[in-house]
């Protein structure tokens, strides 16, 4: 009788993992045909200096609208392009390319330099010619080195910490900054913090949650902000969304932020008009 009773639930079980592989199979395929068709955009999310103050960079966050499927988020996509070593070298070349000459374009006839962040996931960061890719990217565009961002999460960077400090000590010594992104979610020892070029230290949006009312969150908050200080970091908090949010961090000495209560990730022409306007 058990069986009888556990055969076609694993049957039901198994007929939707296969729908899954199928769906990402299709959707795969669907990606590389997105790549060559056009189908991908880079929207652009500000960051600011001070409390609401001048743009320091704006984040590039991919969006595909996909004939077939719709709109399809990156926390779905990504993951897609680091199942083949071929699409996401691809996808990040594309990146690069269109965030590098975006941001070459914006800051024509701007009165101070708006950088741009690029998010690169692990299995594209520890490939070999990843910063010969970055380079290339460079020398294509034109844009100057300083203005170029490379974001990588605390995730990322500990899964092979030794590699990392390699090819973060090469893009530095290339010119290019690197955010450490959703900091405080990796549990990476400060030990190891310590032995890394980075330059920007982003505060995980987790952190947000209760912010406002509890003592404890402000503090643990306040001792993130500080260590990213001791450590010549600039640091930012992302996915603000209320002013009583901005308050808090702005009284924890949080010197950028980035969420929707300023923009939201916008097009490039969006973008555009935002920057004329700040
Ligand atoms: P992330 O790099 O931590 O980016 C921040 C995410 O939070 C973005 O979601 C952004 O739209 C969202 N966000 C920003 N401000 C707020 C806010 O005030 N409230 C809330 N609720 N959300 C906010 P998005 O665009 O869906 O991207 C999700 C993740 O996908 C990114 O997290 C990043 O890890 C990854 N991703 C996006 N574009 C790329 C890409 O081109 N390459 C790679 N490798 N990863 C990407
Ligand atoms: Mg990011
Ligand atoms: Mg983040
Ligand atoms: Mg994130």
């Given at each position: 009788a058990k069986e009888s009773a556990l055969g076609p639930g694993l049957r039901r079980y198994e007929a939707k993992l296969d729908q899954q592989v199928k769906r990402r199979d299709q959707m795969s395929r669907a990606l590389i045909k997105a790549l060559e068709n056009d189908e991908l955009a880079l929207h652009y999310q500000p960051i600011l200096r001070g409390c609401g103050g001048p743009m320091l960079a704006c984040e590039a966050l991919a969006r595909?609208?996909?004939?077939?499927?719709?709109?399809?988020?990156?926390?779905?996509?990504?993951?897609?392009?680091?199942?083949?070593?071929?699409?996401?070298?691809?996808?990040?070349?594309w990146v690069l390319n269109q965030a590098c000459r975006a941001a070459l374009e914006w800051n024509l006839g701007m009165p101070h330099p708006v950088a741009v962040t690029i998010n690169i996931a692990g299995s594209e960061f520890y490939r070999q010619g990843f910063v010969a890719d970055v380079e290339e990217a460079l020398i294509t565009t034109g844009l100057a080195r300083d203005l170029l961002i490379i974001e990588v999460t605390e995730q990322t960077l500990i899964q092979h910490i030794d590699d990392a400090v390699g090819t973060l000590h090469q893009l530095r010594w290339r010119g290019v900054r690197c955010a450490l992104d959703d900091f405080g979610t990796g549990y990476s020892s400060l030990s190891y913090l310590r032995q890394l070029p980075l330059d920007i230290l982003k505060i995980d949006r987790s952190f947000l949650d209760n912010l406002a009312v509890d003592k404890t969150?402000?503090?643990?908050?306040?001792?993130?902000?500080?260590?990213?200080?001791?450590?010549?970091?600039?640091?930012?908090?992302?996915?603000?969304?209320?002013?009583?949010?901005?308050?808090?961090?702005?009284?924890?000495?949080?010197?950028?932020?980035?969420g929707f209560l300023w923009h939201r990730p916008m097009p490039l022409d969006v973008l555009r008009g935002a920057l004329q306007s700040a």
């Open positions: 595909w609208h996909s004939e077939e499927f719709g709109f399809v988020s990156p926390g779905e996509f990504i993951p897609l392009t680091e199942g083949s070593p071929h699409l996401c070298r691809t996808f990040t070349r969150a402000q503090e643990v908050t306040r001792g993130i902000a500080n260590i990213g200080k001791v450590l010549k970091m600039d640091v930012v908090a992302e996915g603000i969304e209320t002013p009583e949010q901005q308050a808090v961090l702005r009284d924890l000495g949080i010197e950028h932020m980035q």
